[in-house]
């Protein structure tokens, strides 16, 4: 009968903590009768000498403890020859005139010249027994053309058979024999606990068939989206349920697999905190569960259509539940706003419309206070992107339980399908990929944002969104923003600077910003006027060259 490698792990565990005791008491145990006595030559008693001791021997592993941690790497062995082979390594070939283009004259000659360039892109693993391959979107998106080398070598050519950007999952397919194609065994993210072991297996920086050992370090946490179409990304959306782990996850590493030990799929791995392109501990990997509901769409429709209720919360803090007259330990989603005409406004949802100062910041309170939804209770405002991502589907009726105006309430709700974009959409701020760089994302200030930031409706300028770290604004110590905020279906992240002028010309949009940036040379001192806190601020920052498309974060390219 074939051992499972999580019952023999755990039998191992169970042997180290009854072994290890006994073994460190035979090591430090006093010397028994038994010790030889150290005998004084009687010449040498009128001067009496202690005598020292030999040291005693090395201990030596005992058995059991080598069984033990022979097993566990039986254990491991045999997961990797197990999911390795559904592990593939996804690539480009582009020609090297192509890339280099930018640098130089068009060469006649280059058009005879069969020189190609292999670019590793990631990692996927198969799906079915049809050829279908799963990975990440960021990972293929932009690629030309696209191939997958398996385990056994073999090299075949891929097509886009859909992608979603909003999960960061798409979906290839390859024509190659059925003795190739080795699908993965789905478990439910769900039952996934925080301390759990966790391997995975991908092709960090190029170097295939690789796997890393680490545990489960938190669950719930949520996954910033990147739009990397815009100068060095902006944030497009938030993944929630992701399982956050302490295994080393490198570029190349995304698209690959998050297995448990008993070898069985319980995530995608996407990449490692803040867009740092090695491994610092801390990595995250988008569960199961949502792949479970992608993926299948995207093979049967090219598509995915995600649930939606049209809301924007906050979470309950002691400060706002004491100015809504509620209990201090009170937890929910507060209520923004909803939505026009989306799922929730149309069911009613009330949004908040009472001012109020706290801590010397304006606030937004008396919306309904989600506490939960079909029972399951809410107590901060990803539980909800998170049940909706588990349970529901477009067309399914859900109920909200709110407290409005202290009263719990019963909210029934028919999920919608998500927007591709809000009716008016901020554009997103960064200069042409040449000239000067400030680097910063960024959009346009407008009403429904700046009601959100506490400013006039009528304020413009440039919501900063994210600021690349050692960028000349980071050194001018520019603020990127900290708080997801849903406007129409795409997160938008407030809370940072708003940049209202540079040197003296005034910035009302980010065509107003480009254009001054433009003027600019490498090396000139500017004077940035910005909102902070409502607050006007100058900063004084010193404009560099742009850096080049390598600067991007989060890409695996």
């Known amino acids: 009968m074939k051992r ?3 019952l023999i792990l755990s039998l191992l565990i169970v042997l180290t903590l009854a072994i290890l005791p006994a073994s460190l008491a035979a090591q430090t145990a006093p010397p028994s009768a038994a010790t030889p006595h150290v005998v004084v030559p009687a010449q040498a008693a009128e001067s009496p000498v202690t005598a020292t001791p030999a040291p005693p021997p090395p201990q030596m ?24 082979p559904s592990v593939v390594h996804i690539w480009e070939r582009k020609k090297l005139a192509e890339l280099f283009a930018w640098d130089s004259e068009p060469d006649p000659a280059a058009a005879t010249r069969p020189m190609t360039w292999r670019n590793g892109l990631g990692s996927g693993f198969v799906w079915d027994d049809q050829g279908h391959i799963v990975t990440n979107n960021h990972v293929i998106e932009g690629a030309d053309r696209l191939f997958v080398t398996f385990s056994s070598g073999l090299i075949a050519e891929a097509t886009v058979v859909g992608q979603d950007k909003r999960s960061d999952l798409a979906v290839l397919h390859v024509d190659v024999p059925a003795g190739q194609l080795h699908p993965v065994t789905i478990a439910d993210s769900t039952a996934v606990q925080v301390g759990q072991f966790v391997v995975a297996i991908g092709n960090p920086w190029d170097y295939a068939g690789t796997m890393t050992f680490g545990i489960v370090s938190a669950l719930a946490r949520s996954l910033s989206v990147w739009d990397e179409a815009q100068p060095f990304g902006s944030v497009s959306d938030i993944i929630p349920d992701v399982i956050q782990i302490d295994a080393p996850i490198n570029p190349g590493n995304s698209g690959g697999v998050l297995v448990d030990m008993a070898g069985r799929v319980i995530g995608v791995t996407s990449n490692g905190a803040g867009g740092v392109r090695w491994s610092v501990g801390i990595a995250f990997a988008i569960p199961s569960v ?55 406004d149309q069911a009613g949802v009330r949004g908040s419309s009472q001012r109020v100062t706290i801590e010397d910041e304006d606030m937004l309170i008396g919306g309904d206070l989600i506490v939960a939804i079909d029972g399951e209770p809410i107590l901060v405002p990803e539980a909800i992107d998170t049940y909706l991502v588990r349970h529901t589907d477009p067309g399914q009726e859900v109920v909200l339980t709110v407290l409005r105006e202290g009263e719990p309430v019963n909210v029934p709700v028919v999920v919608g399908v998500r927007p591709e974009a809000p009716a008016e959409t901020p554009a997103p701020a960064g200069p042409a990929k040449e000239g000067v760089w400030l680097g910063v994302s960024g959009v346009n200030l407008i009403p429904a944002l700046a009601e959100v930031m506490g400013l006039p409706a009528e304020q413009r300028g440039v919501l900063v969104q994210t600021v690349i770290t050692g960028s000349p604004a980071d050194e001018a110590g520019v603020r990127g923003g900290y708080k997801a905020y849903s406007l129409g279906g795409s997160w938008i992240m407030v809370g940072g600077d708003v940049i209202v002028a540079l040197d003296e010309g005034p910035v009302e949009t980010v065509a107003d910003l480009g254009d001054l940036l433009a003027a600019m040379t490498p090396g000139q001192e500017a004077v940035l006027t910005l909102l902070r806190d409502a607050a006007a601020v100058q900063v004084a920052v010193t404009l560099v060259a742009w850096p080049g498309v390598n600067a991007q974060m989060g890409a695996d390219r």
Request: proline content about 11%; charged content about 10%.
């Open 290 to 344: 949502i792949v479970a509901r992608v993926a299948p769409a995207l093979i049967e429709t090219g598509a995915y259509s995600p649930p939606w209720l049209g809301l924007n919360t906050m979470a309950l803090t002691p400060e706002l539940a004491e100015a809504m007259k509620l209990a201090p330990e009170q937890q929910g989603a507060l209520t923004l706003d909803v939505t026009a005409d989306g799922p929730a």
């Open 4 to 6: 499972s490698p999580f």
């Open 61 to 84: 592993p005992q058995p059991d403890a080598l069984a033990l941690f022979g097993g566990m790497q039986s254990a491991l062995q045999e997961i990797y020859q197990q999911v390795n």
